[in-house]
């Protein structure tokens, strides 16, 4: 895998609706086991960006692949705003959007962290939301991670598109 190459995996629908209170709820979210994809690495070193389509109500988790390491990027339950979140090298930094995006509209979500800026950034709707620059020693800090990558975890609502790569705008 190239710093150039876009990172993809698909899940069985390319739009699926994710109710958490229905009986079927843990069949749908999607997961893919670290064991079985080459993404983990595509956070490694690399610049990385994670962009999304959702239509919530409430909100939850879009897509994760963290421990220590890794991302998330989700709907905080309390506010209804977006949030990312990025960890390297035992450091972690988190951007959270001040507008709620529960609103039952679509949102499109972009956050990415630039290494070579040494910022992680959230865009909402093609507009800047919030930046944090990244701790000391993040900007070359292994963010490889053995968590699953987990999408809809516990999030109601549409996910009309997903789509993780190592790149920054």
């Known amino acids: 895998v190239s ?16 109710d958490p209170s229905s009986a ?6 999607e997961s893919v086991a670290a064991s079985d994809a080459e993404w983990p690495q595509a956070v490694a070193r690399y610049n990385l960006s994670v962009e999304a389509i959702v239509k919530t109500s409430s909100g939850g988790l879009v897509v994760s ?31 959270q959007g001040r507008t709620p995006v529960n609103d039952g509209k679509p949102h499109h979500l972009f956050a990415e962290v630039d ?13 800047k939301a ?21 999408v809809g975890k516990g999030f109601a609502g549409d996910i009309d598109f997903l789509r993780i790569a190592h790149s920054s705008l």
Do not use: C, W
């Not at 079927?24 to 979210?29: F, K, T, V, W, Y």
């Not at 309390?78 to 990025?86: E, I, L, N, Q, S």
């Not at 290494?115 to 507009?127: E, K, M, N, T």
């Not at 930046?131 to 987990?150: E, H, I, V």
């Open 65 to 95: 692949a963290l421990d220590k390491n890794g991302f998330a990027l989700g709907i905080l339950a309390k506010g209804g705003v977006p949030a990312f979140r990025f960890a390297a090298g035992g450091n972690a930094v988190t951007v």
């Open 115 to 127: 290494r070579d800026a040494g910022f992680a950034v959230l865009y909402v709707d093609g507009r």
């Open 130 to 150: 919030a930046s944090q620059r990244l701790t000391p020693g993040m900007k070359d800090a292994d963010a490889s991670t053995g968590a699953d990558l987990l």
């Open 3 to 18: 710093a150039d190459d876009e990172i993809t995996h698909s899940v069985r629908r390319a739009s699926f609706t994710i």
């Open 24 to 29: 079927n709820a843990p069949e749908r979210s």
